[in-house]
């Protein structure tokens, strides 16, 4: 089975930094493309970054644009997330997906996710 297991999240001051791991293991393709998106409490899951194999094209939600930096690691088939000068706003549940599509920033397109991490930005 596939699995994308999300790690790094945590409780950060606001204008701190986190990164945000994704490993994934159990599956018999490549992905050809890896996201992250997030979700904050009573709010639609939103798309933060998106990175495909060759890492040519970075995808970015325009909230996070010029802070976030997605990257990807394909000899340990992980993708990470640098997350600088952080926000209350950025506060949500951070979600791994991957699939073989085109890199898109909608959550639908995509068939694999992981459990997800908390991110918590306050003073």
């Known amino acids: 089975d596939v699995q994308l297991v999300e790690s790094g999240g945590g409780l950060v001051q606001p204008g701190g930094s986190l990164r945000l791991s994704c490993s994934a293991s159990?599956?018999?393709?490549?992905?050809?493309?890896m996201a992250w998106f997030r979700q904050a409490p009573g709010r639609e899951r939103e798309p933060v970054a998106a990175?495909?194999?060759?890492?040519?094209?970075?995808e970015y939600g325009g909230s996070v644009a010029g802070r976030f930096t997605i990257s990807r690691d394909p000899d340990k088939d992980t993708l990470y997330l640098q997350m600088n000068n952080l926000k209350p706003e950025d506060t949500a549940t951070y979600y791994c997906?991957?699939?073989?599509?085109?890199?898109?920033?909608?959550?639908?397109?995509?068939?694999?996710w992981g459990q997800g991490t908390q991110v918590t930005v306050s003073s």
């Open positions: 159990g599956y018999r393709y490549y992905f050809y493309c």
């Open positions: 990175l495909d194999s060759d890492e040519i094209t970075a």
């Open positions: 997906a991957a699939d073989s599509v085109p890199c898109p920033l909608l959550a639908d397109e995509y068939n694999y």
